[in-house]
């Protein structure tokens, strides 16, 4: 009967893993935290060792239990490593965990193959383990600095809640196949003997490596191209920006020459009526020219801006509060949609108003505390309606209108954001809280 693998064995393989994620991602590891990783680590091998070796004396149930834990300590460990949020150590460990299942059978599978009878040399044997563990490690190392190329220095990897569920959901698959001998040999795919169990379960974690390095290959170029369509917007609204400016130049040189004509004629009108009538006019006129806004923010700042030139053209009255520079985290695409459609729907709104007078949008973004509060609320004479989770359309054809707050929903979402939507007072109120130091992923 040949032995299984040393639980220490594979205690050692969890955390080389875990600590192969960190030297992959080591330039996001802040140089003060170094200490602290470094205590994280030692705390981290012991504790897997403890549970491997608990998971060597029982079976079923508990072996199950003693299994989610190592991972949930490997997924800590990679977390405080990394000093970002759990959506990022979820995705990370889902490949460290199948890495150290994979180096963990290949070396046993080798050493039981080649050195089966050198059960007296234990050193020897350690000592092939760890170079067995280095080289697997270190082609995990070149898979995975070669799929996350252009990604390494980003303040921020973009990882959606399906990201964590697809590759978790693979990880669980393979690793249930790659261990099913272990709960039967009676079942149609398991091996009768030992050498064939081992042969089993090293080549299903190895195709379980391959299907996640393709997926993890997938979600780089889909991230890349998303990088390119967030830097086509951005040039995008810097050209749109550059045209705003250069229009405003053109229409108040033209307007120059009409506003002295203007202004003599108020001087010269007797009734005081056509004259605060004139004055009002040329307010009006001076305000459409006079729109531009400035948070900080230039992307927020050129949406604003469009929105507000619109907003003065309609009658609506709409006021910005905001401090641009604390969405600096956020992408070009994510801000345009958040506040493109939420403007956009305020604005349907208040067009329908027919007091011009009442149209009125207001914008506000502030810090408080731990988190940034997004307002954007506007003049509501209607009944919100829900289905318990969504806000939906208050338009009679549903098929093809209320996507814009879902859109918003999902945006925020990917920063751990929370949106709130409520009616008081007259008033329709979007309220967007994210926090400040979080992973935005």
């Not at 239990?65 to 977390?79: K, S």
């Not at 033209?254 to 009108?269: G, M, S």
């Amino acid at each position: 009967m040949i032995q299984d693998i040393p639980k220490l064995y594979t205690a050692f393989a969890e955390w080389m893993a875990c600590i192969f994620i960190l030297i992959i991602h080591r330039s996001r590891i802040k140089s003060e935290d170094k200490v602290k990783l470094a205590f994280t680590l030692t705390i981290s091998l012991g504790v897997l060792c403890a549970i491997q070796l608990f998971c060597g004396k029982v079976t079923g149930v508990l072996w199950l239990l003693g299994m989610l834990l190592a991972i949930i300590v490997m997924i800590t460990t990679i977390h405080f490593g990394l000093n970002r949020g759990y959506l990022e150590a979820l995705y990370f460990g889902a490949g460290a965990f199948i890495w150290a299942e994979f180096a963990a059978a290949l070396e046993w599978q080798m050493e039981s193959f080649y050195a089966a009878e050198s059960s007296g040399l234990k050193l020897i044997r350690i000592i092939l383990c760890l170079i067995m563990y280095i080289i697997v490690f270190m082609v995990f190392y070149v898979a995975e600095k070669f799929t996350w190329k252009d990604s390494l220095d980003k303040h921020f990897i973009t990882i959606s809640s399906s990201d964590i569920v697809r590759v978790w959901f693979s990880v669980i698959v393979f690793f249930s196949l790659s261990n099913l001998s272990y709960v039967s040999i009676k079942s149609p795919f398991s091996g009768n003997s030992m050498p064939e169990i081992f042969n089993i379960r090293t080549l299903v974690d190895f195709a379980g490596i391959i299907m996640l390095e393709l997926f993890h290959i997938q979600k780089a170029q889909n991230d890349e191209r998303r990088e390119l369509d967030a830097i086509k917007q951005t040039l995008y609204l810097q050209y749109m920006q550059y045209r705003q400016s250069s229009e405003n130049m053109e229409l108040i040189n033209q307007k120059y020459h009409d506003l002295k004509h203007q202004l003599q004629v108020i001087r010269a009108e007797e009734d005081n009526l056509k004259r605060i009538s004139y004055i009002d006019e040329l307010e009006q006129n001076i305000s459409l020219y006079d729109s531009s806004i400035e948070t900080g923010n230039y992307v927020l700042d050129t949406v604003l801006t469009e929105k507000t030139r619109y907003c003065l053209k309609q009658g609506i009255n709409m006021t910005v509060v905001a401090d641009g520079s604390l969405l600096s985290f956020m992408h070009v695409m994510d801000i345009a949609t958040i506040f493109g459609n939420a403007l956009d729907n305020a604005i349907e709104h208040e067009v329908l108003i027919p007091q011009k007078d009442k149209r009125m949008i207001h914008v506000t973004i502030s810090k408080h505390g731990e988190l940034i509060h997004v307002i954007i609320e506007n003049k509501f004479g209607g009944q919100l309606r829900s289905d318990g989770k969504h806000i939906l359309t208050t338009k009679q054809d549903e098929r093809f209108h209320g996507y814009g707050l879902k859109s918003i929903q999902y945006t925020i979402e990917k920063y751990n954001g929370i949106m709130v939507a409520n009616v008081e007072n007259g008033w329709f109120r979007l309220k967007i809280m994210l926090p400040v130091e979080a992973d935005y992923c």
